[in-house]
């Protein structure tokens, strides 16, 4: 069973939608959580860390659920800037690696 | 401000060949990785380095191997390449404190 799971879409969304992707991971050990955003052909970069209460960086919110072993990402207003793919990131407590989804595709449409 | 910078961006090499992937990064971090990326699968450890003078695999180490020059510097070595090493090479660092990882630009690496 993979370490993290995502829907890998593609999700095709009109500018100015609202768009929700979901992640679950399978370790309850798991302790670090985090959304990075890849573009076409580039590096992934860090979009935002979760938290436990759940945190809010502009249009983006990020959620976690550990009971039920999944965090969320809520894109609002999207815009056509915000097309890439999402990767979940998860880290396991007392191990060095981080383990990745195999991300979400979004194209936000005019 | 460099972060992380790998070479080479582009490679083709035959079956057999062999060759080496440079990675610096000069932010200081203790932890370097070298993942794969390959359609449908995300990225996958190779190997890593906790600290300089330490090396561990990952989930697919086989194929590769790598040396921790030093606190800036991680290699990653293919001995003889095949076909199925065909893909997208990334080395990051990690910072500590937060737990970011930075990556470098890839390295495109064709095995024909």
């Known amino acids: 069973r993979k370490e993290v799971e995502q829907d890998p879409g593609p999700f095709n969304v009109p500018e100015g939608a609202t768009v929700a992707f979901n992640c679950t991971y399978s370790?309850?050990?798991?302790?670090?959580f985090f959304w990075y955003r890849q573009d076409c052909r580039k590096e992934p970069k860090l979009l935002m860390s979760?938290?436990?209460s759940g945190n809010e960086d502009g249009r983006f919110t990020a959620q976690l659920n550990r009971a039920s072993q999944y965090i969320s990402l809520l894109i609002r207003d999207s815009k056509l800037s915000d097309s890439a793919t999402y990767l979940c990131?998860?880290?396991?407590?007392?191990?060095?690696?981080?383990?990745f989804g195999t991300g979400t595709r979004l194209t936000v449409i005019p | 401000n460099a972060g992380v910078t790998q070479t080479p961006k582009f490679q083709v090499l035959k079956t057999g060949q062999s060759m080496t992937l440079q990675c610096a990064q000069d932010?200081?971090?203790?932890?370097m990785y070298w993942y794969r990326q390959d359609p449908g699968m995300g990225l996958r450890l190779i190997y890593y380095?906790?600290?300089?003078?330490?090396?561990d695999k990952g989930e697919v180490p086989n194929g590769y191997n790598v040396s921790r020059l030093n606190k800036r510097e991680f290699s990653l070595r293919l001995e003889s390449a095949a076909p199925s090493q065909t893909s997208v090479y990334f080395c990051?660092?990690?910072?500590?404190?937060?737990?970011?990882?930075?990556f470098g630009e890839g390295s495109r690496l064709t095995v024909l």
């Open positions: 990051a660092s990690r910072d500590r404190d937060t737990g970011e990882l930075f």
């Open positions: 370790n309850s050990a798991s302790q670090s």
């Open positions: 979760v938290y436990s």
């Open positions: 990131v998860v880290n396991i407590l007392r191990q060095n690696n981080l383990f």
């Open positions: 932010m200081n971090h203790n932890s």
């Open positions: 380095s906790a600290s300089e003078g330490t090396t």
